[in-house]
């Protein structure tokens, strides 16, 4: 179930750093107001789920969902450059929090 709860918290700062980019430097109300609803939704969903995992394998996957989704949503909906450099990070992103599960994954 943590894990569920944790690419929930992951998902959720997705969407917090839309609402950010959308609130314009915080000059539209209602997307300064979704990105701290989620911003408090993805650090307690986060604070939620290190109860029961390591906080260095949770953290990296916690940031990776974000980093990814972001960078995805940004190349796909946002008109944000897509280039070999980014999508090659993005794969960097991924195989490193796949190696931090699969050295947790004996403990």
Known sequence: MAWVILVA??????AMAYSLKMSDGFSQVWWAVSFLV???????ALAF???SLEVGTAY???TGIGAVGT?????????????AVKLGSIA???????GLNLAGAGH
């Open 71 to 83: 960078a995805t949503l940004g190349m796909l909906l946002m008109g944000d450059d897509v280039s």
């Open 38 to 44: 989620f911003a408090v939704l993805s650090f307690g």
């Open 49 to 51: 789920a290190l109860r």
């Open 9 to 14: 918290a992951g998902l959720l700062e997705v």
């Open 92 to 98: 960097f992103i991924l195989i490193g929090v796949v």
């Open 60 to 62: 990296a996957v916690w």
